[in-house]
């Protein structure tokens, strides 16, 4: 009999594993970086598995192992630990060798309480009703539970004794086991459910369901039987070949069972299903753990590492057994690991932080270097950077400011399309001289400014030019003060000693007794006489005489009639009356322009006719000369002193002179502002 | 003093000229009271109330039309010739208009003796 079910496994074996392995069994021990000696495993809401061992805590964290040792929390008196659990908040609860309970809540070590030992040792622990801390002594099996420091049965008092076993299940539920029934904590006691047609003694074992309640082992004689319990009742589960041989079972959350055979061989059972070949295991089971994506770890109670059985689903597209996360994040000034930020937010990072390092991986517990992992920054880099097997962290230093994308994405390797992927968003913030809109205030201000200096200096060159003018005007007006005393004095002091001489030689001729010296005194006279005309004719150029008494118009005019008479030309007056229309030094200055033009027209021109106009406009004020002579050329004007003062003395007073000449004759035309009176 | 002579009043501030006119003035036997301001010429002739003033336009102070103003509101009698350097029509028109009797431009200075001798 013995021969034919060895036969039978044999084959089976064969054909499950022909049609294709869905699952591969790993070691998961020192080499891997946790110790051997599984006490206990969880995994918290998270996803990081926690394992106890006799040497101390670890946590998988998606690259390696990480070690929770009495090194790191001196609190922990020893590292070895019997069992672990996990309260509702995610804390992990500890019990070590020593009777100490402590609790691990976010990176945060503290003792609970701690009971005397006295060489028992706790194989499991959970936390029950009432927040009472439910333990299962190893070698007895007695469920007892911890209060002030001490085990005792003072919650259940009628059931101490009959308690096997305790479980909390998916939902958060409280059940416990005795050889005759369930109980369920309703929240003020605990409700008996007893399966029907029962045999003394005959539950056997419990373990939590998929969803909600547990399934309940019985034994019907030599007949194994499941149940399903749930606050409603029990629910039989269809009998499986392979129940009669088993050792030991387990439950997955998916719905899926679990168990052993005594010939070392490990199965499951999907719901409905049949029950398949998973592999092998060599060592006593003590515990089972299954995982959030249907893989199983299994350990013992010996100094071998966990086995983990992971399910390959080729039906599934993704070859990683485990979500792509990322685990923790740390900055110059900050630290947070994964749960410790909304993964729908973005982060930001403090001002001036730009160093960040960023954590990631798939948290399972298996060879992580078999997945291949790429990164990129968005906003940063444009192309994908590959992880080197093992390397679960990338770095980034002095990041510009602005808004990142981290991404990272896997998969199994060879040509499998990326299957994974997991993001992080942040901002790194500007400082107020990286913004823009501060960087266009400065913009605008350096604008401004500049404008302002602009218009500064425009209003400097222009008051610059003023005070040019101003002084070259008064310059000027010295220059005609100084003329008008020269005029004067040459006109009353040299022309009144040349009219005595001219007077006297007169008398002198009148006198004389003969006619040779007569003649003398008469040559004398003429000469005295001649010299007095050009005294006057000098004196008049240097200054038109009474020019203040008589006005710019009556100026005008007898200096032109005097300059163009002695030129032998005609004067055509065309002049309009210019008083009061200039001060007197401005007045002076167009007087010397027309005087400067009647000049060269009397002296170059060849011009039987000159003329000479004016007239004033709302806004301006003409006068021209205009000559009909023969011209003069522009390299001639160019190499003359004349125009050029023409042109000066016009700037002097804010006004142009414009020449036009040709063969039909000259115009210089003088144009002035006609501003206020007197200006 | 001979009573038949005439007395001229010379108000001229170049001593030349005023030698000069003084001279002429004597040749045809007038005698001559001499100042070299206006203000002088109206004191000496209020004074003296001579028969003829020559009067030069430009001096110190009060000038030669102002002086012929002056002297003319005191005595619509007084006969005063304007002997001056300037030979404008301006000038020549304010002298006439300050009640000059005459105007004599100094470069034919010597036509006062015509002058003097016509109006006698």
């Known amino acids: 009999m013995r021969g034919v079910l060895v036969v039978f496994l044999t084959l089976h074996l064969l054909l499950v594993e022909g049609l294709g392995v869905e699952f591969t069994r790993e070691v998961v021990g020192p080499r891997a970086g946790i110790p051997g000696g599984v006490t206990g495993v969880v995994q918290d809401s998270r996803g990081f598995y926690w394992v106890a061992t006799i040497r101390g805590l670890a946590r998988f964290d998606g690259a390696g192992w990480q070690m929770f040792t009495s090194e790191a929390y001196p609190i922990l008196e020893t590292d070895n630990i019997m069992c672990i659990c996990l309260d509702d908040a995610d804390a992990l609860w500890i019990f070590n060798l020593l009777g100490q309970v402590l609790k691990l809540d ?15 040792d706790v194989s499991k622990m959970e936390l029950g009703p009432k927040g009472m801390i439910w333990c299962q002594f190893r070698e007895s099996g007695e469920v007892v539970m911890l209060s002030d420091g001490e085990f005792s049965n003072a919650e259940v008092e009628d059931e101490a004794g009959r308690i096997v076993d305790f479980i ?4 958060g539920d409280f059940w416990i086991q005795t050889r005759e029934e369930v109980g369920l904590w309703t929240g003020r006691k605990f409700e008996f459910f007893s399966p029907p047609n029962l045999e003394d003694d005959a539950v056997s074992a419990i373990r939590a369901d998929a969803e909600e309640g547990l399934v309940v082992r019985i034994n019907r004689g030599r007949e194994v039987e499941f149940l399903r319990a749930t606050a409603s009742g029990f629910k039989s589960e269809p009998p499986g070949e392979r129940l009669e041989w088993m050792q030991s079972y387990f439950v997955a959350s998916d719905g899926a069972m679990w168990i052993t055979t005594p010939e070392e061989s490990v199965y499951r059972r999907e719901v409905g299903g049949d029950f398949e070949f998973a592999g092998r295991h060599h060592n006593r089971i003590v515990r089972y753990f299954e995982d959030r994506y249907g893989n199983l770890l299994i350990y013992t109670d010996r100094l071998v590492p966990m086995r983990v059985f992971r399910r390959r689903d080729p039906a599934v597209q993704s070859l990683l057994d485990f979500e792509l996360l990322i685990t923790r994040w740390s900055s110059r000034d900050n630290a947070r690991n994964l749960g410790d930020w909304n993964a729908g937010n973005e982060v930001e990072l403090g001002l001036g932080d730009r160093r960040l390092e960023i954590h990631f991986g798939a948290l399972g517990p298996s060879a992580p270097g078999e997945y291949q992992l790429e990164t990129r920054m968005k906003n940063e880099e444009k192309d994908w950077t590959m992880v080197s097997a093992g390397t679960r962290v990338q770095s980034y230093d002095n990041l510009p400011p602005g808004s990142y994308l981290f991404e990272v994405r896997g998969k199994a390797g060879g040509d499998t399309e990326f299957s994974q992927t997991a993001s992080l968003s942040f901002a790194v913030p500007y400082y107020y001289w990286e913004t823009l809109w501060f960087r266009a205030l400065v913009v605008g201000a350096a604008f401004f400014l500049g404008a302002v200096a602009l218009l500064w200096r425009k209003k400097a060159l222009r008051e610059r030019r003023v005070l040019e003018r101003h002084h070259a005007l008064q310059l000027a007006n010295s220059q005609e003060e100084e003329r008008k005393r020269i005029a004067a004095e040459m006109h009353d002091s040299l022309g009144q000693n040349l009219l005595v001489i001219q007077n006297r030689s007169q008398l002198g001729a009148e006198d004389a007794g003969d006619e040779t010296t007569r003649q003398q005194f008469r040559q004398l006279s003429d000469v005295a006489k001649e010299a007095v005309a050009e005294l006057r004719s000098i004196v008049k150029d240097l200054r038109p005489v009474h020019f ?12 032109a009639s005097r300059l163009l008479d002695a030129a032998g030309m005609r004067f055509e007056d065309k002049l309009v009356p210019l008083e009061n229309l200039y001060t007197e030094d401005k007045a002076m200055q167009i007087f010397r322009i027309v005087q400067e033009a009647l000049n060269n027209a009397a002296r170059h021109s060849g011009a039987s006719v000159v003329e000479l106009a004016s007239s004033v406009e709302e806004r301006k004020v003409i006068v021209t000369v205009t000559d009909d002579g023969g011209g003069f050329s522009t390299d001639e004007a160019r190499s003359g002193q004349g125009l050029s003062n023409m042109r000066e003395r016009a700037t002097l007073i804010g006004g142009e002179v414009a020449f036009d000449t040709g063969e039909k004759g000259t115009s210089v035309r003088l144009e002035l502002p006609r501003t206020s009176a007197l200006s | 003093m001979n009573p038949a002579a005439p007395t001229v009043l010379i108000a001229d501030d170049h001593a030349g000229f005023r030698s000069c006119m003084r001279d002429v003035c004597q040749s045809i036997g007038a005698e001559v009271l001499e100042c070299e301001t206006g203000e002088e010429a109206v004191e000496h002739f209020l004074r003296t109330r001579p028969n003829w003033v020559l009067m030069d336009l430009e001096m110190e102070g009060m000038g030669g039309i ?31 208009e300050a009640g000059a009797w005459n105007y004599v431009n100094k470069d034919n200075f010597l036509s006062v003796r015509q002058i003097l001798a016509e109006t006698e």
């Open chain 1, 106 to 120: 976010n990176g945060s070590m503290e003792e609970v309480t701690r009971v005397a030992m006295n060489n028992r």
């Open chain 1, 168 to 171: 909390r299940d998916r939902a």
């Open chain 1, 548 to 559: 203040s008494e008589v006005g710019l118009t009556s100026s005008l005019r007898s200096m």
């Open chain 2, 66 to 96: 102002e002086a012929t103003r002056e002297i003319m509101n005191s005595s619509s009698e007084a006969r005063v010739i304007v002997v001056t350097n300037h030979d404008g029509e301006e000038q020549r028109a304010a002298a006439y």
